[in-house]
């Protein structure tokens, strides 16, 4: 008996702290669960498939009898949809699916490059070499130019500066926000095409294959 009483309680326990986690997580993700759903009539589907129209407490009666939870997956349904399955589970796989795709997305920074209105030919070359790196990355590009002084006077030779960048940084550029003058600067804002990422990160995979 005692051997039987320590199974008994094991499982208790187990069935306690299921019920525990599952309602810290439904509560998280605002999902309806188990007793929380509210609906008279429920459509179910089981782990095998449709189970059809059912009342909810022969749902709920249905769920339990296989160890498992109702989770509702459709509220806005008439009757809501409801489906049988281990939600415990299912919320840690739906997580470790949402975690693995936010690590393969690339992440877009943010690059700044300042010119000025005198810039010789060999700056303003290495800086258009390091713009279109950037952009070949994948990065945007904040372009300033700013004007000193006098400077303020001639703010064409900033525009004129700023549409020659751009158009030097041939087809892998796409100038999300043209000059213009704010304050004593002059910006222009640059990203790449999509197409360009795309061949970049092709090669890239070649590269190290």
Do not use: W
């Amino acid at each position: 008996m005692c051997e039987n009483a320590r199974v008994a309680a094991f499982f208790i326990r187990f069935a306690v702290n299921h019920f525990l986690e599952v309602l810290i997580i439904a509560a998280t993700d605002k999902t309806l669960i188990n007793e929380a759903i509210r609906a008279p009539e429920v459509r179910v589907i089981g782990p095998e498939g449709q189970l059809g129209i059912m009342k909810r407490a022969d749902a709920l009666r249905a769920a339990e009898e296989l160890g498992l939870d109702l989770v509702e997956v459709a509220p806005d349904s008439k009757p809501p949809v409801c489906k049988i399955m281990d939600y415990g589970k299912y919320h840690f796989e739906k997580e470790k699916k949402e975690k693995e795709q936010r690590r393969k997305k690339p992440s877009v920074e943010l690059k700044e490059i300042q010119l000025r209105c005198r810039i010789d030919t060999h700056d303003f070359n290495t800086k258009l070499r390091h713009c279109i790196e950037f952009l070949q990355k994948g990065n945007k590009v904040k372009v300033i130019v700013r004007f000193r002084g006098r400077e303020m006077a001639h703010t064409e030779i900033g525009q004129e500066l700023l549409t020659r960048f751009a158009a030097g940084c041939g087809d892998v550029v796409m100038v999300d926000r043209p000059p213009l003058l704010d304050g004593h600067n002059m910006i222009m804002m640059l990203s790449p095409k999509k197409e360009t990422k795309t061949k970049t990160d092709k090669t890239d995979k070649t590269e190290r294959n």
